[in-house]
Nanobody, 128 residues
Framework: QVQLLESGGALVQAGDSLTLSCAAS????????MAWFRQAPGKERELKER?????????????DYDDSVKGRFTISRDNAKNTVQLQMNSLKPEDTSVYFC????????????????WGQGTQVTVSS
């Protein structure tokens, strides 16, 4: 059974740092690109409404970020532990969202619709 389990969401203040983790099971992790998306409050919970945050190729050799988080967020993966992390620094109130971990067999991308598997999400709230 495929499972992506996010953790690490919290209520923090602007300027704080937070690390999200995603533990994967039920599939061959090192064959999948991984990504983080987020969905802001009030948005319909449809895949097309999820905003791309960061992605990492199956090997970890290729990484991509949305411009809104570039320089503040860092995505990484550990294929030995089947985990992917998102280190978030200098958090802003506009980063407040539910953050989702996603997996795609093969290539990575910023389009939520290409991803095969999704976690249930973890809430990040940044107060001003």
């Amino acid at each position: 059974q495929v499972q992506l389990l996010e953790s690490g969401g919290a209520l923090v203040q602007a300027g704080d740092s937070l690390t999200l983790s995603c533990a994967a099971s039920g599939f061959t992790f090192n064959e999948y690109a991984m990504a983080w998306f987020r969905q802001a409050p009030g948005k319909e919970r449809e895949l097309k409404e999820r905003e791309f945050v960061a992605a990492i190729s199956w090997s970890g050799g290729i990484i991509d970020y949305d411009d809104s988080v570039k320089g503040r967020f860092t995505i990484s993966r550990d294929n030995a532990k089947n985990t992917v992390q998102l280190q978030m620094n200098s958090l802003k109130p506009e980063d407040t969202s539910v953050y989702f971990c996603a997996a795609n067999h093969g290539f990575y991308g910023s389009n939520a619709l290409i991803y095969d598997y999704w976690g249930q999400g973890t809430q990040v709230t940044v107060s001003s």
